[in-house]
Structure formats: structure tokens, C-alpha cells
């Protein structure tokens, strides 16, 4: 029997309704939100982002992992919109090569009945989703003082602690969305006017929350 082409091979797992990507919601959400917030799935995701498209094996060499659990959470990060093939990077119709696909993706635990499965699920991708960033931050401060010092000086952090109405709170969330998605949108289309500009993987991550005093 002949080996399938990579195109073949990637219909099992292409999206049934591209439309839909970003805009899930119910099951379909509940079922992205479990597909992302896999370490080592949203792992792959940000090397596909940073590093640029990879193919499975040069993967599974970057992260230590068996090229068949590579390849299976790829499949899954595909049928979600959060990879697509990248062919035309292929020496041959058998090779596969993959990159990332920015999408959106927003969820609140609360919309969820309490007590459900639904809602046990919601919550603990918001956890996860924190706990990705608290690495993050980690791997940072960890590795801040041999970075050149131009990046140091430009990497920012702001808190503050403020007595605040429910509506001031909605409204600080809305502009902090705005602000990040306009940047976001400015640096895609700097890079796509400027391809040669040296670029930095820049994480940004905000929060609008009612906190009592943090115990040390």
C-alpha cells in the first residue's frame, strides 16, 4: 500500500468548520479549551510561534518527546485551529511541516453551571492558563541578567492594588483588551511591512481582579 501524502494524512484532523475557529462556544469551547491548555501542547504552539514552522521530527528533537506523541498533539492543536500545514515548505508530499495560527480565544468559568463538569473544566484551564504565565514569568527572571540590557529596560511590570466599583473593574478589563489586541495587530503589520526588523518574542499577559492582601 503507498504511504498517504501529508496532505492526506492531515484530513483526519483538518477542522470540520473553519468558520467556527475563534468563535466556539458550549461543547465546541469546552473542548478547545481542553485541547490548548495542555502544557506541553500550548509548549509546541509557542515554539511553531517563536521559532517558526517545524516539522514533526525537528519537534520532537527540540522537546525531547517521541516523534508519535509529537505527532498526536499536533493533530489535536489542527483539528482546533491552532496549527495549520505549512506545505509549501516540504521537499517532497510526504514531509510535513506546520506553523502557528494566531486565533482567538476567551472563555469565563462562570458561564458554566456550577458544580458541572463543564464548569470544573472552564475553571481549571483558567488555572492552568495561570500557571502557564507564573513559568513564564519564572523562566524570565531566571534568565533576565544575561539579557542584553536593552531588553531588560524595556521589559515593564505595573500593579497596583485600588478600591474600585464593579463597573470600573469592567471597564479597566475592556481597555487593557483594546490596548493589547491594537498593539498586537500594530506589531503584525510592522513585521509585515518591515520582514528584515530584528523582532523579540514579547509576552504580554493582564489581569483585573478584586484581591484581598497577599499573605508572604
Known amino acids: 500500500m503507498p504511504r498517504r501524502t501529508a496532505a492526506e494524512r492531515h484530513e483526519t484532523t ?3 468548520d473553519a468558520d467556527a475557529v475563534g468563535a466556539e462556544s458550549g461543547d465546541a469551547l469546552l ?11 500550548r509548549w509546541i504552539c509557542e515554539l511553531l510561534s517563536v521559532e517558526g514552522p517545524a ?29 495549520e500545514p505549512a506545505p509549501e ?9 506546520w506553523r502557528s495560527r494566531p486565533r482567538r480565544l476567551s472563555w469565563d468559568a462562570s458561564d458554566f453551571v456550577p458544580g458541572t463538569v463543564a464548569r470544573r ?15 513564564a514569568v519564572q523562566q524570565w527572571l531566571a534568565t533576565s541578567q ?5 531588553l531588560r529596560r524595556a521589559a515593564t511590570a505595573t500593579d497596583t492594588l485600588e478600591r474600585a466599583t464593579l463597573e470600573q473593574m469592567h471597564d479597566l478589563g475592556a481597555r487593557l483588551t483594546e490596548v493589547v489586541l491594537a498593539w498586537s495587530e500594530d506589531c503584525r ?10 523582532r523579540y518574542p514579547v509576552r504580554v499577559g493582564t489581569r483585573v481582579f478584586p484581591s484581598a492582601p497577599v499573605k508572604p
Not at 473542548?31 to 501542547?41: C, D, G, K
Open 14 to 16: 483538518t477542522p470540520t
Open 31 to 41: 473542548e478547545v479549551l481542553s485541547a490548548f491548555h495542555h502544557p506541553t501542547r
Open 55 to 83: 516539522t514533526v521530527g525537528q519537534l520532537a528533537r527540540r522537546t525531547g518527546l517521541a516523534v508519535g506523541s509529537v505527532s498526536h498533539h499536533v493533530g489535536v492543536l489542527h483539528r482546533h485551529g491552532f496549527v
Open 89 to 97: 515548505l516540504a521537499r517532497d508530499t510526504r514531509e510535513s511541516w
Open 121 to 135: 473544566i472552564a475553571a481549571t484551564a483558567e488555572a492552568e492558563n495561570f500557571r502557564h504565565h507564573v513559568r
Open 146 to 150: 544575561d539579557a542584553p540590557e536593552e
Open 189 to 198: 503589520a510592522d513585521a509585515r511591512a518591515h520582514p528584515d526588523a530584528e
